[in-house]
């Protein structure tokens, strides 16, 4: 499919595969801006699908499906990476997909996404790929203890993870990753978590948020710290590493890059993700231009907005029951609560965010967060 050469007009359609909370606040900011969206996931009653204009019920592999849904958008794109790249190919036959299935490809598995990062010369912590418990046990020769073994596919919010200590026996700690196939990292001795999230157009401009610190809990994000309390040579260091990997991937759309801030100041990269990023919720009510204001703009071919901070901000994930306490956010002002529309409130599960705004510059040197 060739590449859009012009900018879709108000009234056109977005089609999204994945039905999620992100692919949910995506719709909402297209919707401002006079657009619609086409939701495609197996779950009929899908967060996304809740605000969309249309949805398509269907799995992922169903190419009569596909073909219709493609055949009904301007332009798609996808809100998590669990798509199978063969479905993102086989819509590019009809209509473009924003990224694309390269950036898509660069992503869903670790040990292609570390072997692009070294191409490119970004900085990451160093690996092994791991196929059975000997290549575990030779990996934790050649890197030492600790470490984190991670599944190759499919994992996210801590799921396929192991920590690995003197203690742990390599056969169980390659069972529990649930996975035949993995990569096992280096463990960082990090000062924090950031992240950037990074705006590409399909003409090259782009514009990125500033760094952000990340806390998690159980291996969930569980805050977002805007801006992250690093030195102004981290945050050039950070931003650098981000568009690098931007425009190396030829982003159309959003780029968001975890990294690790070690003890050194130094800076590695964790992993990428091609689309919004939870980190990026916060630009919701404390930037001119929200990061899904921005994700539509960039797939449209519309000018990029404006990524200023008129705010400091915290996020803070409603994680489970946590969601239980919605009067008490409506009640406070200054509370912005963002609900996802989830009617299941299971552990672990992330049921909405609430921002929080400062005084712009008042969190940057606060040690007490």
Partial sequence: MTELTKPIAPGGTIGILGGGQLGRMTALAAAQL???????????????????????????????????????????????????????????????????ANALSAAQDRSDEKAFLEDIDVPISPYRIIECVDDLEQGLSNLGRPAVLKTARLGYDGKGQVFIDDNVDPATAYAEMGAA????????????????????????????????????????????????????????????????????LEIVGLLAVEMFVTQDDEILVNEIAPRPHNSGHWTMDACATSQFDQFVRAILGLPLGSTTRHSDAIMTNLIGQDVADWESFVADDSAHMHLYGKHDARPRRKMGHVNRLYLLGSLKDRIDL
Avoid: M
């Fill in 34 to 100: 006079g657009y619609r969206c086409h939701i495609f996931s197996p779950d009929a009653g899908s967060s996304a699908g809740q605000v969309a204009a249309a949805v398509t019920a269907a799995d992922y592999t169903n190419l009569e499906a596909l073909e219709a849904f493609a055949k009904s958008i301007d332009v798609a794109t996808f809100e998590f990476e669990n798509i199978p790249i063969e479905s993102i190919r086989f819509i590019e036959k009809f209509v473009s997909v924003r990224p694309g």
């Fill in 181 to 248: 196939r993995g990569v096992l990292e280096q463990w960082v001795d990090f000062k924090l978590e950031i992240s950037v999230v990074v705006a590409r157009s399909a003409d090259g401009s782009s514009d990125c948020y500033t760094p952000v610190e990340n806390q998690h809990q159980h291996h969930i994000l569980s805050r977002t710290i805007a801006p992250a309390r690093i030195s102004a040579a981290c945050v050039d260091r950070a931003e650098t590493i981000a568009w690098r990997i931007a425009n190396a």
